[in-house]
């Protein structure tokens, strides 16, 4: 970003660009030091602008600045630390919302980038993915690899748990090693007091030669200190460490010495959150636990999802929105075609088809409510720390499925959206579990806008038909998984999993992931369901879907039972899943004829965004292979609905 030389902030640096003025002038400015290329930082504008160029200062009337157009100098930080330690609560709090989320270029690992001012300067700050050590042993730690090799961080902040420092300090030694200004923040002081753990600050910050800071990122404590240590950072007031490269065992072995000088362990009962802790992940407690947090979790979904449809988006589209696109449109787009294009061939949004009225209404009235719903909960489970501990209790089931406890994260991802499920199937280690994983996301979680859909369309008939169809879903899903561990080649390795300490979440970085999961949706998900709808719509005005109909009716009439109406949905159900079950409700199914529709609906395909980022994850031949098995189990359990019923 270039700016006129006066919107430069005090004491802010810049990159001279250009000199926008006539000949005479750049010659006068670049005698005094002032020419392309070079660093100024600004002073003062009380009168004249003043600038500070190496040791000699300059001042030049406002007017002449307007033509000295400078590029801010940013300060850039990079905020390394292990998984678990609060890393993101730090990075929250010192940048607040507006932050960018990114992929690592040749990755699907995700970064994320923010800024934050500084006394004055701009600071860069990164939030480096989690790593235990720079010597990478997964993907992730590939890119912190990369970040640390890049040369070109000002600045290295490493955010340690303060309740286990032992473990912690590996990384911190291999950062000394890069000979840049480092600073060590030892997070959740708070947890480590209540735990006994007493830390000699002073004396860390001796033996390892940098700056060390007691922080608790969940309140804010600590971090006016952070910043100020920040601040002598860019002043030059500190320097990069003197720490020469060692070997492994020389570096545990100076860890060991640094614990035993430094920390202090005082016996302590345990906590209530301690407590439970030990109960979350024993058997009887722990599944207790689980259906308890599940129970609560997906009635709040439905009820917060529900609250937002019934009580301000309905009203919103009904007396808001609706009345005025009609009429905007009617007045602006005088055509027929278009008017049919865009608004539909009836007024209601859900029957409509047109592109600014189902096209909006389904995204932003029918799924988006049970997204916010769904990734706020689910937010908070991360955050709290629960999540680890629902994967131990699933472990032993898994197993019996060819995964391991790490697939029920992604198992419970793909219950708000697949896209996300599919992509956190990474964390299972083997091309075997991915498939298996794939597979069982794809048949057992319907996502959460299918789901209410589902619950919309049978509710009418009783909850035992709604019951009915998660039983066949879970079933098949089952069966599928145990049949395909026994057939496919391998063995799924144990699980190694780190289990962190409860915690209260951070508000702050609660809202920071839950609205970077609703842009993703709204900027890659939302837009394929209004091009669904455009594309359904032109289909059914040219005729194509009558063809469709007329190849398809000996399979969906004669084996499925479903009316010829449903081709076109079944099409569409490939686009977005959710709309297709959505628009079975004009249908006005039978009872069966809704229950085979929502079971082949859910199992039959992929909705678009799902099947091109499984394929982006994974090979052509194993999405082709899951799709095959997909498309065979819904037409087999269709047909088998069809007779049974």
């Known amino acids: 970003m270039i700016i006129r030389l006066n919107k430069l902030e005090n004491n802010q640096e810049g990159v001279v660009k250009n000199i926008d003025k006539s000949v005479g002038l750049r010659l006068r400015l670049e005698r005094l030091g002032i020419r392309p290329g070079v660093t100024l930082r600004k002073i003062s504008d009380v009168g004249p602008v003043v600038v500070a160029i190496g040791n000699s200062q300059v001042a030049l009337g406002r007017g002449m600045a307007e033509y000295v157009f400078v590029e801010p100098k940013q300060f850039r930080a990079l905020l390394f630390g292990n998984p678990n330690v609060g890393k993101s609560v730090v990075f929250s709090r010192l940048t607040g919302m507006d932050v960018v989320s990114a992929n690592y270029a040749g990755t ?97 910050s001796k033996m390892l030669g940098v700056p060390v800071i007691q922080l608790v990122a969940v309140t804010g404590e600590g971090l006016k200190e952070l910043r100020g240590t920040l601040n002598k950072v860019i002043q030059g007031e500190v320097v990069p460490p003197e720490f020469k490269p060692i070997t492994h065992q020389e570096r545990w072995h100076f860890i060991g010495h640094i614990s035993q000088e430094v920390q202090k362990v005082v016996h302590k009962h345990p906590s209530f959150l301690e407590r439970l802790e030990i109960a979350s992940v024993r058997l009887h407690s722990g599944i207790a636990l689980a259906v308890i947090v599940l129970a609560i979790s997906f009635i709040s979904i439905r009820v917060v999802g529900e609250g937002l449809i019934t009580y301000i988006l309905d009203p919103f589209f009904n007396h ?54 769904f990734y706020f909960i689910l937010g908070l489970w991360e955050d709290i720390g629960y999540l680890p501990r629902l994967a131990v209790l699933s472990d032993r089931i898994m197993h019996r499925l060819g995964l391991h406890g790490h697939a029920i994260i992604p198992l419970i991802l793909s219950c708000g959206c697949k896209v996300p499920g599919v992509l956190s199937l990474r964390l299972l280690e083997s091309q075997r579990e991915k498939f298996l994983g794939l597979i069982l996301l794809l048949m057992a979680a319907p996502c959460i806008p299918q789901t209410a859909m589902i619950v919309s369309l049978l509710s009418p008939f009783g909850a035992r038909y709604v019951a009915l169809v998660f039983i066949i879903l879970t079933g098949v899903a089952l069966i599928n998984s145990v049949v395909l561990n026994m057939i496919v080649k391998g063995k799924s ?149 069809h007779v049974i019923l």
């Not at 992730?140 to 420092?165: K, M, P, Q, S, W």
């Not at 060590?184 to 007493?198: F, P």
């Not at 189902?358 to 916010?372: D, E, K, N, R, S």
């Open 108 to 204: 699907t690992v995700e970064y994320t980038k923010g800024s934050l001012m500084v006394d004055g300067h701009s600071v860069e700050l990164i939030d480096v993915p989690g790593a235990y050590t720079i010597d990478p042993t997964c993907v992730a730690e590939e890119v912190a690899r990369h970040f640390y090799d890049d040369g070109e961080a000002d600045v290295l902040i490493n955010v340690v748990d303060a309740t286990n420092l032992e473990r912690n300090l590996y990384l911190t030694l291999q950062l000394l090693e890069k000979k840049v200004p480092l600073i060590v923040v030892l997070n959740k002081w708070d947890s480590a007091r209540h735990k006994g753990v007493q830390i000699n600050i002073p004396q860390l």
């Open 320 to 373: 808001i929105y609706g009345p005025a696109i009609r009429l905007l449109i009617q007045k602006v787009f005088p055509f027929p075609f278009l008017q049919h294009l865009l608004l539909g061939k009836t007024p209601g949004f859900m029957e409509s088809f047109g592109v600014l009225t189902t096209g909006v209404y389904i995204p932003l009235a029918i799924v988006l409510p049970y997204i916010v719903s």
């Open 493 to 641: 390795p144990e699980m190694i999993l780190e289990i962190p300490s409860y915690q209260i979440p951070h508000f702050a970085t609660l809202m920071r992931k839950l609205w970077l999961r609703l842009k993703d949706f709204l900027l890659n998900a939302a837009p394929i369901i209004v091009l669904g709808v455009f594309v359904i719509n032109v289909l059914e005005m040219l005729g194509v879907l009558n063809l469709a109909g007329s190849v398809a009716r000996p399979f969906v009439v004669t084996v499925l039972g479903l009316p010829e109406e449903t081709i076109s949905i079944i099409l569409l159900g490939f686009l977005r899943k959710d709309i297709s079950i959505a628009l079975l409700i004009p249908l006005h199914l039978s009872v069966k004829q809704a229950v085979i529709a929502c079971i082949f609906l859910v199992l039959y395909l992929p909705c678009l965004a799902t099947f091109f980022v499984a394929l982006k994850e994974s090979s052509w031949k194993i999405v082709v292979k899951v799709l095959s098995i997909t498309i065979t189990c819904a037409t087999v359990v269709g047909a088998l609905l």
